[in-house]
Nanobody, 115 residues
């Protein structure tokens, strides 16, 4: 199974972007798919996760601005990012957690928010 993130780009403060995480191969036995980000010189941090049980969690710094969603087949997971701020600038990556399997990370997509 592989993950590929896309949809990043350069936007101005206050604008929106939608990131996509494409899942190739069978993701099962799936537990969750999440979005993380890593800014230069900073640690990787959780942005949002969605579980097969229907639970959705957001980091406090994106609550009310970002929305995670998925297709029914779990072949795509999206991150809708609204009201972007310069501090949202980072490489965004998606990961997959499966039962008794190694965690899978996809290549990231760069998001740059200009002030």
């Amino acid at each position: 199974v592989q993950l590929q993130a896309s949809g990043g780009g350069l936007v101005q403060t206050g604008r929106s972007l939608r990131l996509s995480c494409a899942v190739s191969g069978s993701p099962f036995p799936l537990r969750s798919i999440g979005w993380y980000r890593q800014a230069p010189g900073k640690q990787r941090e959780l942005v949002a996760t969605i579980t097969t049980g229907g639970n959705i969690n957001y980091a406090d710094f994106v609550k009310g601005r970002f929305t995670i969603s998925r297709t029914n087949a779990w072949n795509m997971v999206y991150l809708q990012m609204n009201s972007l701020k310069p501090e949202d600038t980072a490489v965004y990556l998606c990961n997959m957690i499966r039962l008794e399997r190694p965690i899978v990370w996809g290549q990231g997509t760069q998001v740059t928010v200009s002030s």
